[in-house]
T-cell receptor, first 113, second 111 residues
Framework: GENVEQHPSTLSVQEGDSAVIKCTYS??????FPWYKQELGKRPQLIID?????GEKKDQRIAVTLNKTAKHFSLHITETQPEDSAVYFC????????????FGAGTRLAVHP | SQTIHQWPATLVQPVGSPLSLECTVE??????LYWYRQAAGRGLQLLFY??????ISSEVPQNLSASRPQDRQFILSSKKLLLSDSGFYLC??????????FGPGTRLLVL
């Protein structure tokens, strides 16, 4: 079955710096890759997603890149702000698999003013 | 857009007691529904998913069960809670596509 590994487990940056979180997946049939942000005590919220027919997607300060050959995808946050501090989860799923998401273990991002 | 409701928001239960958590979805029809558990400071573990009324698939053997009596209602149950059942239980819905949206969750503490 699918396995998703996420690195780093913790990331500390200064406000205004960029942050990059990387995930690798094992199932080459996976074709949908969402990223969720979870603030303390809250539900995970979708922040961006990408499908396998696209190499990069941007939404203001966040972007996701996908390398299908290497089976890895990354989240990039530019000009980080203290409110970006949260746990970020990557996930992967494939069509025909009931859209089951396989999640990475999460990255705790701390943005220091 | 879909709205997901979960109740109760928090629950403290003794070991050995029964459990019933409810999830309802508005704004979509025939969604795929999912139950996840998140232990403190940990990741998301898929427990059950359902693609239609009465159709339940289990991902992890355990003393929990799930039911889907109506199209937009998903229930998580247990006959006898264990200490290890403590956690944050999240219901998610994928209506008409791949994207899953999460409900607000139920925080369960088993003592």
């Amino acid at each position: 079955g699918e396995n998703v590994e996420q690195h780093p487990s913790t990331l500390s940056v200064q406000e205004g710096d960029s942050a990059v979180i990387k995930c690798t997946y094992s199932d080459s049939a996976s074709n949908y890759f969402p990223w969720y942000k979870q603030e303390l005590g809250k539900r995970p919220q979708l922040i961006i997603d990408i499908r396998s027919n696209v190499g990069e997607k941007k939404d203001q300060r966040i972007a996701v890149t996908l390398n299908k050959t290497a089976k890895h995808f990354s989240l990039h946050i530019t000009e980080t702000q203290p409110e970006d501090s949260a746990v970020y989860f990557c996930a992967a799923s494939r069509s025909g698999g009931y859209n089951k998401l396989i999640f990475g273990a999460g990255t705790r991002l701390a943005v220091h003013p | 857009s879909q709205t997901i409701h979960q109740w109760p928001a928090t629950l403290v239960q003794p070991v050995g007691s029964p459990l019933s958590l409810e999830c309802t979805v508005e704004g979509t029809s025939n969604p795929n529904l999912y139950w996840y558990r998140q232990a403190a400071g940990r990741g998301l573990q898929l427990l059950f998913y359902s693609v239609g009324i009465g159709q339940i698939s289990s991902e992890v053997p355990q003393n929990l069960s799930a039911s889907r009596p109506q199209d937009r209602q998903f229930i998580l149950s247990s006959k006898k809670l264990l200490l290890s059942d403590s956690g944050f239980y999240l219901c998610a819905s994928a209506g008409g596509g791949e994207t899953q949206y999460f409900g607000p969750g139920t925080r369960l503490l088993v003592l």
